[in-house]
């Protein structure tokens, strides 16, 4: 009888916190893989990485050899080698060599010398004071002259006078975070060699040891426990909010709202989610890039879409809670400096959203006027900036 008694509680306080359970025991489940992956002399974080490098530069080959197929039918089918003629749009630079001699740069700040280039090759990585690239190359014979096409992928590029659009660095496309080391030729430990789709070397990358990578080369199933574990929690605390509802509790349970968002967002803002899932334009740092709290347009979007959500709930009961009371019954001076704060900070908010509304248009690196195109609402980013304007009205009216 007394195994019964005690049986009895723990069933119920199992049923009553089965979602708080699911979210630690997920956690903690994440939390023990993370550590069992990150021993050993390659870890999971560095795996990942090693494995995204080797993903998007075999992708940037692919590119560069749809763009090689296309100035070679160009070059083939027709005998005129002006400058304007050889010119069509491609994603990597590239230069046409006649002879030995060059005939046509579609990128006028980096001209490869001939003897920097130059071999019987399809891919080669190449160096020089501008920085470190991988060649590609097609040869295109037309008696009695030889045309040598190489597309160029950068890894490192080095400006001698650095601005605002042209700056040293890594090409963002191939490394999600900048390594160590990157060298033209091949590593003892063979896991850091890059490779083509069709074996050829490329380069060796050693990732750079520290939190930046962590941050952004977590391994996925660990991120995914985790948001599993996030979802639990919030299932939790929805029982919890609406027992509090029930209990008449509004503040405490519009706290821990709160709370639950600002642990959400700082997660999510700390491992790059969902940017490190799907590489869109949208969570894209090089396209908008605010603040630490808006790191790009996407995120801005997230964070006004979690205050629009708060603001629903204050909209709904903040006169049911007791601090709403309190203000109700105080004595009227008081009540008139209260007044006159929230005048201030109303013109304080009204300002902060201008000043939102005016970095959308200065801290983004696309153009904004409707105007210039009639394909703006096929535009992601264009149109994101269109809703983002909507999000920033919306959480100023409410």
């Known amino acids: 009888m007394n195994q019964r008694f005690t049986f009895l509680p723990k069933l119920i306080f199992f049923k009553k916190n089965i979602f708080l359970i699911l979210a630690l025991a997920t956690f903690g489940l994440a939390f023990l893989l993370y550590i069992i992956t990150e021993k050993g002399p390659l870890s999971a974080t560095e795996d990942k990485y090693l494995y995204d490098v080797q993903n998007k530069i075999q992708e940037e080959v692919e590119s560069s050899n749809k763009d090689l197929a296309k100035v070679v039918t160009l070059v083939s089918q027709s005998k005129d080698t002006t400058f304007s003629h050889l010119k069509i749009p491609t994603i990597h630079p590239y ?4 002879n030995g001699r060059p005939i046509f740069w579609s990128d006028s700040r980096f001209v490869p010398d001939y003897q920097l280039v130059e071999g019987t090759y399809n891919l080669k990585s190449v160096a020089s004071v501008e920085g470190k690239f991988i060649s590609n190359r097609r040869v295109v014979i037309a008696s009695p002259d030889n045309f040598e096409i190489f597309s160029i992928i950068e890894l490192y590029r080095q400006y001698e006078s650095e601005n605002e659009h042209l700056k040293t660095g890594y090409n963002a496309n191939i490394f999600v975070s900048d390594p160590a080391q990157v060298d033209m030729s091949p590593a003892a430990a063979t896991h850091l060699n890059m490779y083509s789709t069709t074996k050829e070397f490329l380069f060796s990358v050693k990732p750079l040891k520290g939190d930046s990578l962590k941050n952004q080369s977590i391994p996925a199933n660990v991120i995914l426990l ?5 979802f ?12 509090m509802n029930k209990t008449h509790r509004y503040g405490r349970a519009f706290l821990i709202l709160l709370g639950y968002f600002l642990l959400l967002r700082a997660t999510m803002l700390f491992y790059n989610i969902p940017f490190i899932f799907y590489e869109s334009d949208l969570f894209n740092k090089k396209y908008y890039d605010s603040s630490l709290i808006a790191p790009s ?9 979690v205050v629009i959500v708060l603001l629903i709930y204050l909209v709904n009961y903040y006169y049911k809670m007791n601090r709403y009371f309190w203000l109700m019954h105080l004595p009227d001076a008081a009540k008139k400096v209260v007044s006159i704060i929230f005048i201030v900070l109303g013109c304080a908010v009204f300002h902060g959203f201008y000043a939102q509304l ?4 200065e ?5 904004l006027d409707i105007s210039l195109s009639i394909d703006f609402f096929d535009k992601t980013l264009k149109l994101s900036s269109l809703t983002t304007f909507i999000l920033v009205s919306m959480v100023y009216f409410l």
């Open 226 to 230: 985790g948001m599993l574990s996030m």
């Open 95 to 98: 230069f046409i060599f006649k």
């Open 363 to 367: 801290k983004s690196n696309y153009q």
């Open 297 to 305: 347009l996407g995120d801005l979007m997230l964070n006004l879409l």
């Open 358 to 361: 005016i970095n959308i248009y």
């Open 232 to 243: 639990f929690l919030v299932a939790y605390l929805l029982v919890v909010i609406w027992f």
